[in-house]
Structure formats: structure tokens, C-alpha cells
């Protein structure tokens, strides 16, 4: 059994079509749970949550890997899986996670991110960083991507969750979880990921301001620098 966690802010025009994947897969419905932590959309975020979550919840903790944390709190399962409310999961999705889980040696599973937007630059930049992905985790680095991810809830809750960074908690977390159990990378483990920020703010842009988010939040660092969280899209 699989408890799936989605954290939204203002997500009217992808949410429904996240969920609608969560609902088309190989893996039987009534072997996965779904729940939307929301927070505190002012648009129709939650009404249309309702119509396919199982759960839908306004998030207490802060950032989004606060939102997962609070997501894991109500979860009825002892597997999590987690995605983006702009993603789509590809139908195998939460059946290759179950057969995954089956080797009891693995505590956490990350996969490969595919363009949502799917155009030459897209294709070419998220080319780029899955094979970096794959090439770091022969030399047990763990780059997971919370937007397609699973863990042990045991394992997670034990080494406190996430941390709340406004950017790279999901980088972070493994340099926790390892020390609890083995760490797999899945390249078959698919899903569509949405460009819209690197199309909307520029590459360059997007990364040197998602390197700063990191260092602010690691080193407490004292620096004016654009949010990476709860920021309105024009898509």
C-alpha cells in the first residue's frame, strides 16, 4: 500500500491534470492513497483537490518540504511516494514504486524526470541533469527530486523529515536517510516534469538563484534573494 503526497500553491491549471495520472495507473486504487496538502491556495486549488484526493489538507508546517512532512504525519501507509502538482506520472508509475519496495534492503527510490514542455532546449537541459543524476550515484551521491521520489515512512520520520529549506531539502534529506538503509536510482521510475520555471525565468537565472536559496538556508545567511516556493506562474 502506497500513500502518495502532492503539496500545491495556486495550481488551478495542473493540479486536476496531476491527479487524473495519480487515478490512470497499472497499480489497482485501492492500493494507494492520495493527499493534497495545500498552502493556503486563494485560487480553486483546493475545490478541485476534492474531486480526486482522498485527502486534501491545508499545510502547517512551513515550505514545501513542509508540506510533505505534514502529507507523512496523516499517511496511512508505510510506503510514500511523492510528486508535483505540475507533473504527470506515467501509468507504471506507483507499480514500479510497489516492486521497487519489495527488496527490503532499500529504504528510498528516485527516478528520472522527463519534459512536461516538450521542446529541443528541454529535452536537451533535462538530458544534461538525469545523466548527471545517474553518474553521481555510482559514487553514492544521491540527488533525489521530490518531484519523483518514495521512501520508507519509518525510515523518513526517524531522521526528522524534511528540513525547511526554501530550496535543495530534497538534496538534503538523503545525506540522511542513508545512514538508515540503501538508496536506489530508477531511471525507469518516470515522470513528465513541468520547464515552466527555467522557460519563464531563464536557465542561467534559475539555477543561480536556486544555488543562493541553498546556501541562505543551509548557512542562515542574511541575503535578499527571490523565493523559490510559492511563486505564481503565467502557465
Excluded at 508505510?78 to 508509475?93: E, F, R
Excluded at 535578499?224 to 516556493?229: A, E, L, N, P
Aim: aromatic content about 12%.
Amino acid at each position: 500500500m502506497i500513500s502518495v503526497i502532492i503539496p500545491t500553491y495556486n495550481e488551478e491549471k495542473n493540479v486536476e491534470n496531476c491527479l487524473k495520472s495519480l487515478l490512470n495507473q497499472t497499480l489497482p486504487r485501492k492500493e494507494y492513497e492520495i493527499i493534497v496538502v495545500d498552502g493556503q491556495s486563494k485560487d480553486k486549488t483546493v475545490k478541485i483537490a476534492k474531486k480526486y484526493a482522498d485527502k486534501v489538507i491545508q499545510q502547517k508546517s512551513k515550505g514545501v518540504g513542509g508540506a510533505r512532512n505534514d502529507g507523512v504525519k496523516l499517511a496511512k501507509y508505510d510506503l510514500i511516494a511523492t510528486t508535483d502538482a505540475d507533473c504527470l506520472v506515467h501509468k507504471d508509475w506507483l507499480e514500479r514504486i510497489k516492486e521497487n519496495f519489495k527488496n527490503n534492503k532499500f529504504i528510498c527510490f528516485y527516478g528520472k524526470q522527463e519534459p512536461l514542455e516538450n521542446t529541443f532546449k528541454n529535452r536537451l537541459y533535462l538530458k544534461f541533469l538525469n545523466t548527471g543524476i545517474q553518474i553521481v550515484y555510482y559514487f553514492q551521491v544521491y540527488l533525489t527530486v521530490g518531484a519523483n521520489m518514495a521512501f520508507r515512512k519509518k525510515q523518513f520520520l526517524s531522521v526528522g523529515g524534511y528540513k525547511n529549506y526554501n530550496a535543495g531539502d530534497d538534496f538534503e534529506l538523503p545525506l540522511r536517510l542513508k545512514k538508515k538503509g540503501k538508496l536506489k536510482y530508477d531511471s525507469k521510475m518516470k515522470v513528465l516534469f513541468s520547464m515552466r520555471r527555467y522557460e519563464e525565468c531563464g536557465l542561467v537565472k534559475t539555477l543561480i538563484n536556486w544555488l543562493i536559496n541553498v546556501l541562505k538556508s543551509k548557512y542562515n545567511l542574511n541575503i535578499s534573494v527571490d523565493g523559490y516556493t510559492r511563486k505564481n506562474y503565467k502557465k
